[in-house]
């Protein structure tokens, strides 16, 4: 095991391949880090591919606060045909002839589904009902309903409609979309409430992540390539570029990390989590508004 002082401290966005869960992405980190404190900001489906945000080490108190940020897919919607995963990974479970539909009924069922919207996720997906992965209750046969939940689909756009025939013949229409969402939107939902809408049925071929807040793909990393060279964003860098910035001087910082609750600038009422920093630009903690007290999330000096 590498000196824990030798191992990076920071943030690794990674462009996850396909086939791979999250954990499994996070389980090669820990080898490539050479370090067990190795965590992710919201998980991607195993299909999808693109941004997956990683934190090593004190980076990992960040990545509850970034799972909450905006983020935006690429992917294609089939419309025509259901699964039972509303992706491609489930079997089909209904096909119907979606050569009919018109692009006005399209952007008509896109702007139904834009905006402050509720959404009952997927049966297959990781949400918790009464303690138990729904995903588990589905494989085991069980009948449940998952409650709708509110999201905000800040941008839902068509950029291609691709007339196709699926391999059992149904002809299909297959639309390439971008999605600009809140934390716990779940695109295949859309694709599936899409094709519903439209009454021919409608689920998720593929999905790529381009951005998870601050972070973009520009910036993310293949496995093959942080095996060959771990590129880390310092900890202090990631704060600053996706949380407000607090910069305080030295005689608040002493009282900072000494654990005295500061009174909080009234900028930053209601910011939710803020990234503040001591005279020399360094680090000192996560703090949120509390009554007009900084309450500490996590403190990194």
């Known amino acids: ?114 905006g402050e919207i509720m959404q009952v996720p997927s049966k297959v997906s990781a949400i918790k009902i009464n303690g138990v992965r729904s ?30 025939t699926a391999e059992d013949g149904t002809p299909v229409l297959d639309l390439v979309v971008s999605v600009v969402c809140s934390s716990g939107t779940y695109i295949r939902a859309l694709a599936r409430d899409l094709g519903a809408g439209l009454g021919v049925g409608g689920h998720l071929t593929a999905l790529r992540r381009t951005r998870v807040g601050p972070y973009k793909l520009e910036s993310a990393r293949t496995l093959e390539q942080l095996q060959e060279e771990l590129t880390v964003m310092p900890v202090a860098e990631a704060a600053g570029a996706a949380f407000p910035r607090w910069d305080v001087d030295a005689r608040r910082a002493r009282l900072l990390t000494n654990g005295v609750r500061l009174e909080m600038p009234e900028e930053y009422a209601g910011a939710g989590a803020v990234a503040v920093f001591g005279p020399a630009g360094e680090l000192l903690a996560l703090v949120e508004d509390q009554r007009g007290k900084a309450r500490s999330l996590g403190v990194f000096a």
Request: hydrophobic content about 35%; cysteine-free.
């Open 1 to 114: 095991m590498t000196d824990k002082h030798t191992t990076p401290d920071g943030l690794v966005i990674v462009d996850k391949p396909s086939g791979f869960t999250s954990h499994d992405v996070v389980a090669k980190m820990r080898g490539i880090a050479r370090t067990r404190r190795v965590g992710h900001a919201g998980t991607l489906d195993p299909m999808a591919t693109g941004v997956l945000v990683l934190g090593v080490e004190r980076a990992t108190k960040l990545l509850g606060h970034l799972a909450l940020t905006e983020k935006e897919y690429v992917g294609t919607v089939r419309l025509g045909q259901t699964t039972l995963t509303d992706d491609a990974e489930g079997e089909i479970t209904g096909s119907t002839d979606a050569s009919k539909v018109t692009r006005e009924a399209v952007d008509a069922g896109i702007a139904e589904l834009t």
């Open 135 to 164: 995903y588990k209750r589905a494989r085991e046969g069980e009948e449940f309903e998952i409650p709708a939940r509110p999201v905000t689909v800040s941008s839902f756009t068509v950029y291609d409609v691709r007339e196709d």
